[in-house]
């Protein structure tokens, strides 16, 4: 046992015993076993209960093979024959010498000859400093020094492994074991494999607390934020990134750490700080020949949602980072990869016509013609080819695809892609009704594919499009060879069903077609056919009045019958004035029992052409007697079955428009196309008659009802004689309008005023009279001016001009204080209106302060720089004087202005994000004088605008395009542009897009503003697309959407507005676009109530409608066109109408801008 005289030695061995101690017990290194305080190996440590295992795993002796003489000696404790046995191994060949002596040292210490035992240990680190026993030889040294009483050396002794121990070499080498096992984890050998990032993040962490060396350090740090962006915890590994570049800097792992911060930005769906995170990375390591550098470049894209971009700014900004990247590495392997991601982002915004022209180019690029990426690019040119319904050109790509990439994935998918699309194909022209092409494509599809599922369906529309060419034998032998050969198919059903409809409706051959009909028992048709069945066999009367008869026309009733030889016809007529009175509306005369009365006229009908199971349509022409106009009702009865409708003879009809507050009623002579006047109105809420009236010489009816505020509905019965009509209009959910309400306006001629100075008051009043604004003429008003005190400073009577206007001028005293002041006028009804003006001293700056830059726009990462120029107001500079300045929220800098009065400043923009108005403050101090400018970073130079005058054009209409670009400061900025003209397509429910037109555009540098003319001659629905680049080779677009409306179009009456604002006294020609036969129309200018009207003839096609823009029309007023027209009279009579959104015609005030200048009119 060791007895320390010494506390410093005591200490000295404390601690280094302390340390050793967490050394891992698998340290294999003797040094460490006697650090751990083991005590010392005797000679028996050979033996063998002391073993270590090798590099290999395999176990082996802790100590070399010695005499076993010598292990007994010693185990004896007779060390002085030990000592002679050590001698004579040593002088022996091949002896462990270093062992020996450390042997022999021991064996002096246990003899108790101490000073010869520390010489001999001492002497065996310095003659073997390699050997794996001198860390034991200088412990039992200082042993021996501690037993001689020679402690300062025992203590030297000691400090030194101390050091050591606690040194940075021995904290590499624990620090080395952790690492040991962590790269083990991290990156296992064995291909097969999984890393275990958790596993590895424990040692790592394990290695950090050891204190490694500097240069471990960085590579543990990096891992450990590696580990954690395996573990998808993407927050924490973000966080060790960012500390990882704060604090290595210099590191060569900062460029991998950038890029891996990129990433879990990007992960954490935090697009904007990847994006400013790899900018930042390419930017500061611009001449790197690190791939991270190209593979941020690359992958920069993403942070704009390529290839699903949101919106055309993240396509344009998206696609500009792809081609950068081109353009920096064109041989990289991404490079087919970034072509195919540009098209693929063109297509997820329906811009196929891009896509298509970026693909070919692409496929057209011998560089990428062994790229993985080909494969991917013919099968999405013919996907954009088929969504343009260029099919024949789909086709031929990708069955070149099915030739040269054999091998690929997607070669199945794309051989059902050309089959789906020579379906489509002759889908296509079916529908066209180009009905040859049709059946030949449909041919080659039955030959090329005959087990496809849609087959049976072909061979279905072969029969259709015979039918539609009334072959009715061509369509049943079609539809029959789907019976036989797929009986089991619902098509088969479907088919029998129109065999039997057929042979019924079109061939006549009811026996035939009742034994079809019960044969169609499969398929969506099978309850049909039974239906049919059942209705063949039944009997059958039907009786109908498709529409009102004008009296230079017999009025007839339809008749349809089925299995009835003959019908008896009972005319009644019927006083509808009388029945409205009774009943408050019009229609159910068919529900009254009219059976009780005597008919007027019997009239026996027998069926023409009677055949048992046919439908039979007749014609039955009802007598009106000497009566040129009337109603009648209508009996049609066999033995079992009667009918009873309502044949209604007149040359009148009425537009009836109606709100909470009044009813608006319009009577038409249909016959001669002229207003008629004198027609007796009666006006019913269905509850009670309101009140009975008469039209005017125009034939208007306009009159206001209070009964209306709470009316469901309310109906109008018309008459002239014999002559009738009926119209209801539902009032359900309508609230009562707000008109306008009085209005005042009072105005100074200045905003602000010194004291002394004169004011001069003008204001001009308005009162609401039928929903319109008038001016009171004469009308006295009391004029009362207060100040900033509320103290009264003159007061006075004003009488209103004819204009509603008036003014007044008064002096400021001298002693005014300042601030704000009211003035204010009312009358005897307390209408009171008010204004202000304020009173301020105030006197031009002697000094200024101007910030001069060349430009305000900038991109992240280009240098602001500038001048703030100090300066009297007649321009001689402030030389020498102390200028403050600072941007945003960054610090504050100080300087002095040179000889000219100049101030310089420079500010690097890395640090903000790309979007982001950054403001410059600067002072001067001394003169308490302060500016301030803004600056902006974008992502794009300016923005692209386009317009037109409105939503909708005609076919064939000229119309102008207006392009407007502008800064993000809202400066003009002049570019040349391409304008694109696009139709929207679509096939198979997706959408598309077709170029028509492209062309040239340039805005000008004063305004910002450029027009181009556009004609586009068929109807459908277009995009216009105006394209160009910035000073960032960023490409920059803007469109607009329009819809040409072509003959076919369903809306036959449109309002044509090109303007919806206009002041009071401009006059103006709305078109009006008909596509009827000449007819008269009701114009009606409306707001709360029906402000004015109009009746006018319209011809076929465009018709100007001149509107002078008056004060009764102010601020704002709906226009509405309606007409009615018995059109060819064979379908009935047509009602269109059309209204524009309230106030999309404007009088002083501008027009709502989401309104629409048509609505869809339908049929009566």
Request: glycine content about 6%; some cysteine; proline content about 4%.
């Amino acid at each position: 046992m060791l007895r320390f005289t010494s506390v410093r030695t005591q200490l000295w061995v404390t601690l280094l015993l302390a340390f050793a101690l967490t050394v891992p017990a698998s340290s294999a290194e003797p040094e460490v076993r006697t650090a751990l305080g083991e005590g010392l190996l005797l000679c028996s440590s050979a033996g063998e209960a002391d073993r270590q295992l090798d590099d290999r795993g395999v176990s082996k002796p802790l100590a070399p093979p010695i005499d076993d003489s010598i292990r007994q000696f010693m185990q004896d404790r007779d060390y002085g024959e030990a000592l002679k046995a050590i001698d004579a191994a040593m002088v022996k060949e091949g002896a462990p010498l270093d062992y020996l002596t450390y042997l022999k040292g021991r064996a002096l210490f246990l003899q108790g000859e101490h000073a010869k035992a520390a010489q001999v240990l001492r002497l065996l680190d310095a003659s073997y400093p390699e050997s794996p026993w001198g860390r034991r030889a200088r412990f039992d040294a200082a042993q021996a020094y501690a037993r001689q009483g020679d402690y300062r050396a025992a203590e030297a002794v000691y400090r030194n492994e101390a050091e050591y121990l606690f040194g940075p070499d021995r904290r590499q080498q624990i620090a080395d074991v952790y690492l040991e096992f962590a790269d083990a984890a991290f990156a296992p050998q064995d291909s097969q494999t999984e890393p275990d990032y958790r596993k590895a993040l424990q040692f790592y962490l394990a290695a950090l607390e050891v204190a490694p060396k500097p240069d471990k350090r960085v590579e543990i740090e990096m891992r450990i934020a590696r580990c954690h962006q395996g573990l998808d915890d993407t927050g924490t590994a973000a966080e060790e990134y960012a500390k990882f570049i704060e604090s290595h800097p210099d590191s060569d792992m900062v460029i991998d750490a950038r890029f891996r911060l990129g990433q879990c930005r990007l992960a954490q769906n935090r697009p904007a700080e990847a994006r400013r995170t790899w900018q930042d990375l390419l930017a500061t390591h611009a001449d790197s020949d690190s791939p991270r550098i190209a593979e941020a470049a690359f992958r920069l894209a993403e942070t704009w949602g390529i290839p699903k971009p949101a919106g055309a700014a993240a396509l344009d900004l998206g696609v500009a980072a792809l081609r950068s990247f081109l353009e920096r590495f064109p041989k990289h392997e991404n490079a087919g990869k970034a072509r195919l991601q540009m098209a693929e982002s063109y297509m997820h915004q329906q811009r196929f016509a891009e896509a298509v022209e970026s693909l070919q180019s692409f496929l057209d690029d011998k560089q990428f013609a062994e790229s993985d990426q080909i494969p991917n690019a013919r099968d999405l040119l013919g996907q954009c080819y088929q969504l343009q319904e260029k099919y024949d050109d789909a086709i031929r790509v990708w069955r070149q695809f099915l030739v040269e990439h054999t091998a690929d994935e997607r070669w199945n998918t794309v051989q059902q892609e050309i089959i789906d699309t020579e379906y489509l194909r002759a889908a296509d022209r079916y529908q066209g009704k180009e009905f040859d092409k049709a059946r030949d494509d449909f041919s080659k599809f039955l030959a090329q594919y005959p087990l496809d599922e849609r087959c049976p369906g072909i061979l279905l529309l072969f029969g259709e499009m015979a039918y539609r060419e009334e072959k009715w034998t061509d369509a049943i032998a079609a539809w029959k060879r789907v019976v036989s050969k797929y009986p089991e198919r619902y098509e088969a059903g479907d088919a029998q069903f129109r065999i039997a409809e057929t042979l019924e409706k079109n061939l006549g051959k009811f026996e035939e077609a009742l034994k079809a009909y019960r044969e169609a028992k499969v398929g969506s048709k099978a309850a049909d056919a039974r239906q049919a069945a059942a209705r063949l066999t039944a009997k059958r009367l039907t009786v109908v009045t498709e529409r009102v008869f004008r009296t230079d026309e017999p009025a007839r009733l339809q008749l349809s019958t089925r299995n009835i030889e003959s019908v008896t016809v009972c005319v009644y007529p019927i006083d509808m004035e009388t029945y409205f009175r009774k009943m408050h509306c019009a229609p159910g005369v068919e529900q009254l029992d009219i059976a009780l009365i005597d008919p007027e006229q019997t009239i026996e009908f027998q069926v023409p052409q009677y055949e048992k199971y046919r439908e039979t349509d007749s014609t039955i022409e009802i007598p009106f007697g000497d009566r040129a106009a009337g109603v009648m009702a209508v009996t049609v009865s066999s033995r079992r079955l009667e009918a009873t409708t309502l044949v209604i003879r007149s040359d009148l009809d009425v537009i009836v428009k109606s709100s909470r507050d009044e009813m608006f009623v319009f009577a038409e002579n249909m016959l001669t196309g002229k207003a008629w006047p004198g027609a007796r109105l009666l006006l019913s809420d269905g509850q009670r008659l309101l009140a009975e009236g008469v039209t005017g010489e125009d034939g208007v009816f306009h009159q206001a009802f209070e009964q209306l505020a709470d009316a469901e509905d309310v109906s109008v019965f018309a008459a002239v004689g014999d002559h009738i009509a009926s119209n209801a209009v539902g009032l359900s959910g309508l609230t009562v309008a707000q008109g306008l309400e009085d209005e005042g306006y009072l105005y100074t001629d200045r905003p602000a005023y010194r004291a002394g100075e004169e004011v001069h008051v003008r204001g001009w009043i308005r009162r609401v009279e039928s929903d319109k604004y008038v001016a009171d003429d004469g009308r006295k008003f009391v004029l009362e001016v207060f100040d900033v005190r509320d103290r009264m400073l003159r007061q006075k009577e004003v009488v209103l001009s004819r204009f509603g206007a008036f003014h007044d001028s008064f002096e400021l005293p001298a002693t005014s204080p300042q601030g704000q002041y009211r003035v204010t006028v009312r009358d005897d009804e307390k209408r009171t209106y008010s204004g202000a003006f304020v009173v301020h001293e105030y006197k031009p700056e002697p000094i200024r302060l101007v910030v001069d830059c060349p430009r305000r726009v900038f991109y992240r990462g280009e240098t602001i720089e500038g001048t703030i120029r100090a300066e009297h107001y007649y321009g001689a500079p402030l030389v020498g004087k102390e200028i403050q300045y600072k941007l945003s929220d960054g610090e504050m800098h100080t300087t002095t202005t040179d000889d000219e009065g100049l101030a310089h400043f420079v500010f690097p923009t890395r640090e903000y994000s790309e979007k982001q108005t950054l403001v410059l403050r600067a002072s001067l101090p001394e003169k308490n004088l302060d500016t301030m400018v803004d600056f902006y970073l974008a992502t794009q130079a300016y923005s692209i605008g386009l317009s037109t005058s409105r939503p909708l054009f005609l076919a064939g209409e000229s119309f102008e395009v207006t392009a407007k670009t502008f800064t993000p400061e809202g400066k003009p900025a002049g570019q040349p542009l391409m304008l694109k003209v696009l139709e929207r397509t679509e096939v198979g429910g997706k959408i598309g897009e077709r170029l028509v037109e492209t062309l040239e555009l340039a805005t000008g540098d004063a305004d910002g503003v450029g027009r181009v003319t556009v004609t586009v001659k068929e109807g459908g629905n277009y995009i216009l697309r105006a394209e160009g680049t910035d000073r960032f080779e960023n490409p920059v677009s803007g469109r607009a959407d329009v819809t040409i409306s072509g003959d076919d179009d369903e809306i036959r009456l449109r309002i044509l507005a090109d303007r919806h604002t206009y002041k009071a006294g401009d006059r103006a020609d709305i078109p009006l676009h008909w596509r009827g036969a000449p007819a008269l129309a009701l114009v009606t200018f409306q707001g709360a109530k029906i402000l004015d009207y109009r009746l006018v003839e319209l011809k076929t096609g465009r018709n100007n409608l001149p509107v002078d823009f008056d004060a009764d029309l102010a601020p704002n007023f709906e226009l509405a066109v309606a007409l009615m027209t018995d059109g060819d009279r064979k379908g009935g009579r047509e009602d269109r109408g059309e209204t524009l959104p309230r106030s999309q015609l404007a009088v002083h005030r501008r027009a709502r801008a989401d309104g629409q200048n048509e609505v869809e009119i339908g049929w009566r």
